[in-house]
């Protein structure tokens, strides 16, 4: 008989606002109905499961550690626990991690202060009525005139991992009774059952499985209907399976003839939380991070972070990167510019500008500059749209202590560009043989400070982040664009000078750097072979104060665009948001279309929850 390699000990209780208790305090099998679990039969009596119960807390519908880690914080240190532990959990993540993995399964992991916290986003089953079902069948054989208290039980696993063990500290159920509408002597149970319940009898340190094997509702169970007449949602059978015999009973059942299944292993349970626990190992403290298991091929991969998943942090006074020497090639004198290669893969650096989050996380480091509470707080990408009349955007704001906080949110179906700047940036600021391109991800941002005049007197103050290119030895901010035509692109392509106007002028810029970027493949003058396509063959500087003046020396045909245009669309959405939003604790979606470029309001209290919530955490009152 096969048995696992996992080595499970119980080493305590807890009730369910994590208070010690002590073993004696265990519901055990009351005398009535204990027969029941001792000889197994058919004649057990009809257990009605659709009545009305008092709600209490089931252990499958707790929110992932929370009586746990109260539990540990009550004795003070997980090292008051008499174990040193490497991950802390509960049963219930065990034993989907250990079972075969469906759609969704998805594990959450937190590494803090040397302890590996793991837990399971969500439920793989409906643990909603058949957790109350398990309730009512569990209690038949446990109550004895009074409510029982829920208990759990605290134990340590060691798993075999490389030359030693990994120790797991969880929490559990301190008893296997479930219900289940499959009966163990049909296929179905063997086949997609009968794993996770082995896995519960390990991880629970229980050595007995007892499964009350009940009726589904009338129109959908044939039990209920002549000649059986079976009562609907009542347990009419029970069967005690000793937990080392499930895997060989298992492999009984996937013999027989009209079996359409394979029996499962022990080995393949053991596999995937070493699998995990490999991914786990390679992951850095202090960080979160998700793991989803493919239901086709069984393996582990890690997920991109979803919305502020992963801790966003900000580091005060991070400088920006310095202009290195290739500076030279546009300042004094012109020189022949290398042909510099676009077409490489980049990370994309640009989702910075759409993280609020690190620049709330700054300033709940540092605080408002000066003490100094702004009417708004926002971030640069936020500003050049409004100003520039984007044609469609959704921004959300929330009021809190005073200020409102504005966020714009990222448009998903917008097709995703290749970042030629990217490249283009990193030639002029690169550490020279040291700083590969895309190793560096750090999104080096400023804190800007903005007074936009009202029509009837006075101004709105804007306190907002921007991401920062480069700067020069007087830290004035330089940015860089790769256009097809260089400074005409902006002259004439629709849009993008308006854009880039005010993109210089909200986020302080001092100079653009342009590369004009070449897409057929000539000839190199000196080598004479191909130049691979998409590439920077010349550079222009252009000064923000001069921006304006050079579209004159283009063409003289006027702009399509003012500058008083752009002003005046800020004004009017300030005036249109301050307006709307006016007390604290107020959420609004503001939102325009191309085909609707009118603001739309509306109060949303659960679209903007997730900004809210964000601002609460890092702004003090």
């Known amino acids: 008989m096969m048995k696992t390699t996992i080595q ?31 000889k197994p039969s058919f004649s057990f009596p009809f257990l009605n499961l659709n009545v009305k119960t008092v709600a209490t807390t089931n252990y499958k519908n707790h929110p992932a550690l929370e009586s746990f880690l109260r539990y540990l914080n009550n004795r003070g240190s997980l090292q008051k626990t008499t174990v040193n532990p490497n991950i802390v959990t509960d049963s219930r993540t065990l034993i989907g991690i250990c079972s075969p993995g469906g759609d969704g399964l998805k594990i959450k992991v937190l590494w803090k202060s040397g302890v590996i916290f793991v837990w399971m986003e969500e439920e793989r089953d409906s643990a909603g009525e058949n957790g109350r079902y398990e309730s009512i069948f569990r209690k038949f054989f446990t109550k004895k005139g009074t409510e029982e208290k829920k ?22 159920e301190v008893e296997a009774i479930d219900v289940t509408t499959s009966a163990p002597t049909t296929f179905p149970f063997w086949k997609n059952q009968s794993e996770g319940y082995y896995w519960e009898a390990v991880f629970c340190n229980i050595p007995t499985v007892i499964v009350g094997t009940r009726t589904e509702e009338k129109e959908k169970d044939p039990k209920t209907r002549e000649p059986l007449c079976y009562p609907e949602l009542s347990v009419y059978k029970i069967d005690r399976l000793d937990r080392d015999s499930i895997p060989e009973k298992t492999s009984i059942q996937a013999a027989k003839p009209k079996a359409t299944f394979y029996p499962w292993s022990i080995v393949d349970g053991e596999n995937r939380l070493l699998e995990l626990i490999k991914l786990i190992n390679s992951t850095s403290e202090g960080q979160f991070y998700s793991f989803s298991r493919s239901s086709s091929s069984g393996k582990w991969m890690a997920l991109p972070d979803e919305g502020g998943q992963e801790e966003i942090t900000a580091t005060p006074d991070l400088l920006p990167k310095r202009l290195n020497s290739n500076r030279r090639y546009f300042e004094g004198r012109p020189s022949v510019f290398p042909f510099l290669k676009l ?76 970042d030629h700047a990217a490249v283009f940036k990193h030639f002029f600021t690169k550490t020279f043989g040291v700083e590969p391109i895309g190793e560096d991800a750090t999104v080096r941002k400023a804190v800007l400070k903005a007074t936009v005049e009202k029509e009837d007197g006075g101004s709105y103050s804007i306190l907002y982040s921007g991401a920062v290119s480069a ?3 007087d830290n004035k901010i330089f940015d860089f664009s790769v256009q097809k035509y260089g400074i005409s692109s902006f002259r004439y392509t629709d849009g993008l ?30 080598t004479k072979e191909h130049i691979e396509e998409y590439f920077v063959k010349d550079i222009q500087k252009l000064n923000t104060n001069e921006y304006l003046s050079k579209f004159t020396q283009i063409s003289r045909h006027p702009l399509n665009w003012t500058v008083s245009d752009g002003e005046k669309s800020l004004q009017d959405f300030l005036k249109m948001v301050q307006d709307t939003v006016t007390c604290n604790g107020d959420c609004f979606v503001f939102s325009k279309t191309a085909d609707n470029p009118d603001w739309q309001i509306r109060r949303e209290e659960e679209e903007v929850g997730e900004f809210r919530d964000v601002v609460m955490q890092n702004i003090s009152v």
Request: positive net charge; proline residues 5%.
């Open 497 to 526: 000078g308006c854009y880039t106007y005010w993109k210089l002028i909200i986020g302080n810029v001092q100079s653009l750097v342009i590369g004009l970027r070449r897409r057929r493949a000539p000839i190199h003058p000196v």
């Open 343 to 418: 077409n490489i893969e980049v990370p994309d650096t640009s989702v910075g500008e759409y993280k609020l989050e690190s620049f709330l996380n700054y300033l709940w480091q540092k605080g408002y500059p000066n003490g100094q509470k702004p009417d708004f707080v926002a971030f640069k990408q936020l500003l050049i749209y409004v100003a520039s009349s984007g044609a469609t955007s959704t921004i959300h704001a929330f009021k809190h202590d005073g200020v409102i906080f504005l966020t714009r949110m990222k448009n998903e179906k917008a097709p995703s560009k290749i």
């Open 151 to 172: 208990i759990e039980g605290v134990f340590q696993a060691k798993v075999p991992f490389g030359r030693g063990f990994w120790n797991i500290l969880y929490s559990g």
């Open 471 to 473: 700067v020069d030895e």
């Open 8 to 38: 499970v000990e119980t080493i305590g209780y807890f009730g369910e606002n994590g208070e010690e208790v002590e073993r004696s305090t265990i519901p055990q099998l009351n005398d009535k109905n204990r027969k029941h679990v001792e």
